[in-house]
C-alpha cells in the first residue's frame, strides 16, 4: 500500500510518498518519494496575520502538482495536514476550502496538540532502551512540539517557538519561559533521551558528521551552532552545502534544540529520518488495519 501525506508548514509544503510493507512479522515503511517547496507561509502569517494573495497562488499551484503526483501513484489514501502559519491567518479557513474546490484535495488546519500527537504516532522511542524516558522534539517554522513519554504516561505541548518566528523577532519572553515551565515540571529528570525530528534536526546531524545512529551529543551540538554562525547565510550554502531556505533558519532552529537540551539536562539527541508527515503515513495505515480487521 502506498500512503501520500502533504505537510503544510510555516516553512515548506511536504509531499511525501511511503509504502507500508506488510511481512509476517510486521511492517515496514519505505520513502518512496519526497518533495519539499519553500513556500514559506509563516513570514506573511506572523507579522501580518493574513496570507497574501502571491504566497496563496504558490501554495495552491503547489497542492495541484502534488496531485498530479499522488493520482500517478495510485496511491492507497492520502492525508494532508497545515499547521502554524494556516492556524494563525485569518484567511486560513478561506484557503483551504478554495484548496479542496480546485484540488479536490481536503487540508485539515489541525491544533498543536493534534500535531504533536501525529509527530509522536512514528513511535521511534519503541527501537530504544525501555528503561529511559523520552522527549519528542520538533522543531518548525512556526512552532515547536514536545512530547514527553516515560513511566505509562505521555504530556505534550504546543509552543509558539519556530525558527521563522525566531529569525523575524516575533517570539515572546513569556512564551520562553512558558516553555521553560512546561519542561521542567513534564520531561526533566534521569534517564530521559531526546528524539528530534524534522530537516533541521538531520541537517544538524550531517554537519556533525554523524552516521547511522548514533546519537549527537549536547557538545556536538554546540559545536555545529558555533560554526554555522561563523558563516553567512550564502556561505553556508556555496561552503556546507545546504539549501538556501534551510540555511537562513538552520542556527534559529539549532538555538531550540540547545535551549531544551540544557533546560532539561539531556545530553545526547538522536535525530532518526522522521517528522510529521511519516507520522501521518502511521495513522493511515493504522486506519486501513482497523478496517481489514472488521
Known sequence: MIFATIDVGSNSIRLLLTNARETEEDVVFERVALLRVPVRLGEDAFSRGVISNEKKEMLIKTIR????????????????????????????????????????????????????????????????????????????GGSTELVFVGNGIKKSKSFDVGTIRLKEGLVLKETWEEMDKWLRKNACGTNVISIGSGGNIRSLYVLAGKVNKEPLKLSELCDVCEKLQEYSVEERVSKLGLKLDRADVIVPACKVYLHVLKVCGIQKIYAPIIGLSDGMVHELYTKHKKKRVK
Not at 111 to 132: S, T
Open 65 to 140: 502538482g502534488f496531485r498530479e503526483i499522488i493520482d500517478g501513484f495510485q496511491v492507497t489514501d492520502t492525508m494532508a495536514c497545515a499547521t502554524s502559519a494556516l492556524r494563525e491567518a485569518r484567511n486560513g479557513a478561506e484557503i483551504v476550502k478554495q484548496i479542496k474546490k480546485e484540488t479536490g484535495i481536503d487540508l485539515k488546519i489541525i491544533d498543536g496538540k493534534r500535531e504533536a500527537k501525529l509527530i509522536y504516532a512514528n513511535h521511534i522511542e519503541k527501537n530504544f532502551d525501555p528503561h529511559y524516558s523520552y522527549l519528542y522534539i520538533d522543531v518548525g
